[in-house]
């Protein structure tokens, strides 16, 4: 794995690179969108303004970051195409292992890119980097039933739905899980 300056390593999938996104940068990306400096020096670039017109996930991870800056390494990465070093995206777990160990992730991919697999490979890269972090037990994804290509992805992933919950902002979400141990002997 390659460093991009930030503090976590790159994790390369077939078609992507996932650059992890330093806890200045965050902030500066969700105070400051259009401030150009959260790109100088990268390999690559956002001409279609992922996270910049629309915050996403920072609403709710800069306070976490401000808060604790040590529980960024869970958080955002930028989804960037290996051909173009275009920013085509962005994943992100919702917080540091619970008590049980289970970690939730969540993505976005600009519509000019959705259906070239791009979300299972970035689901693929994250999980298949935090199996092996401390504490980290359950992967757990959520999603609205309605959803067509979410529910595929997940369900081509093999995790079981195990119930239902209200997101006081997207209504009703399906909750699938897998153990990492069960993941982990998929992966093999």
Known sequence: MLRDGSSEEMIATPQLEL???SAK???TLFETPDDVSVYEGKPYTNPHRVLMDNSGPLRWRVPQVKTDAS???????WMVEKTTREIVGSISFHEPPDETGMMEIGLGV???FQRRGYATEALTGMWSWVIDQPGVDILRYTVDPHNEGSVAVIKKFGFERVGQQIDPEDGPEDIYEMSANEFRQRLN
């Open 19 to 21: 650059h992890h996104i």
């Open 25 to 27: 940068n965050l902030i």
């Open 71 to 77: 529980v960024n390494k869970w958080f955002v990465r």
């Open 110 to 112: 600009h519509a000019d």
